[in-house]
């Protein structure tokens, strides 16, 4: 069963275009919502993030849109830039009735980014 | 601030055999989180602790798979006997607090490669 879905395994876009990678959710009970960017032989380091009480958050270059009706959160990138070439994962958090989930995240499989110069 | 510390970052290891990974969490971060990254699962959380107890490690595959912490600054996983399908990406993830928003900060990861 798999709560977090990145459909689009990758994308590939022109440099100064605009990148748009999607996520959907299964579990209405998530509240907390974060993009990770991950580059080859390193660990995935932490991109962005949505709270539930809003539809959009936005940090220089990337914005976060959240549709709770629709369980779909979205991350656009403008202007894409060769640098950003990576694997990008959706991670949803909550969603654990009853208690705590210390932080637990559920990932998406990826979308693998390449933006060409 | 060195960051979540992985050791080692690449593992050969012959089938049947122990393999014990290591990580050292973010000073002062009291979660912490063993994951495991295949092309085909993607990332996959096996389990995590909080002061050090092991709070959920229903994602852990099988019996050949362990996990320690016996201090703030110290966690294992061992997989004991090792097998071909074990080939992964391990990573190691510390969080600063309980219940919190779930912002990780993850290692560099160890791959093993099981023969």
């Known amino acids: 069963d798999q709560q977090v879905k990145q459909n689009s395994p990758s994308l590939s876009v022109q440099e100064g275009r605009i990148s748009i990678l999607n996520c959907d959710y299964t579990n209405s009970m998530f509240d907390y919502f974060l993009w990770y960017k991950k580059y080859p032989a390193e660990g995935p380091t932490f991109l962005i993030s949505i709270s539930s009480i809003k539809d959009k958050n936005e940090d220089g270059r990337f914005t976060v849109f959240l549709n709770k009706s629709a369980k779909h959160l979205s991350l656009h990138i403008v202007p894409s830039q060769p640098g950003d070439s990576a694997v990008y994962f959706c991670a949803a958090s909550g969603g654990y009735a009853g208690g705590t989930s210390y932080g637990k995240l559920t990932f998406g499989q990826g979308t693998i980014l390449t933006v060409h110069p | 601030d060195a960051g979540v510390i992985q050791s080692p970052r690449h593992e050969v290891t012959e089938m049947g055999q122990e393999v014990t990974l290591r990580c050292k969490p973010i000073?002062?971060?009291?979660?912490l989180f063993w994951y495991r990254q295949t092309m085909m699962r993607g990332l996959e959380l096996l389990i995590y602790?909080?002061?050090?107890?092991?709070?959920?490690d229903s994602g852990m595959p099988e019996d050949r798979f362990s996990a320690k912490m016996p201090n703030a600054s110290f966690s294992t996983l061992k997989i004991q006997p090792s097998e071909p399908r074990d080939s992964a990406v391990y990573f190691c993830a510390s969080s600063p607090g309980t219940g919190g928003r779930g912002e990780q900060y993850f290692g560099p990861g160890t791959r093993l490669t099981v023969t």
């Open positions: 000073s002062g971060h009291n979660s």
């Open positions: 602790f909080n002061n050090n107890v092991p709070i959920d």
